[in-house]
């Protein structure tokens, strides 16, 4: 079973930068894309961005492009969010998403983090 971890959130003034990060753990599976989600209060669950094992393509909400930037340390199994020039419309909770496959079964899963709470509030 893969596990994810969340961390970084927290409250920031408008204008200002957090830095969430997401570690996986777990034995036998193979991780592929990481991303993140986020979920306001009373909406639906968006995706945020999310970034191929290699590192050579994303998917980038426009909603954020050009201020949050997404990366991963495979050597970790962690990925990154850096959050720039926040605005309280980025208030929400933000999910760590995991495509994982069971190297014995060949099996693949979708894997989520708990979240971890994101305020963008004066």
């Known amino acids: 079973q893969v596990q994810l971890v969340e961390s970084g959130g927290g409250l920031v003034q408008p204008g200002g930068s957090l830095r969430l990060s997401c570690a996986a753990s777990?034995?036998?599976?193979?991780?592929?894309?990481m991303g993140w989600y986020r979920q306001a209060p009373g909406k639906e669950r968006e995706l945020v961005a999310t970034l191929i094992r290699s590192g050579g393509s994303t998917n980038v909400a426009d909603s954020v492009k050009g201020r949050f930037t997404i990366s991963r340390d495979n050597s970790k199994n962690t990925v990154y969010l850096q959050m720039n020039s926040l605005k309280p419309e980025d208030t929400a909770v933000y999910y760590c998403n995991a495509r994982v496959m069971n190297i014995v079964t060949m099996r693949t899963s979708e894997v989520w983090g708990q979240g971890t709470l994101v305020t963008v509030s004066s």
């Open positions: 777990g034995r036998g599976f193979s991780i592929g894309a």
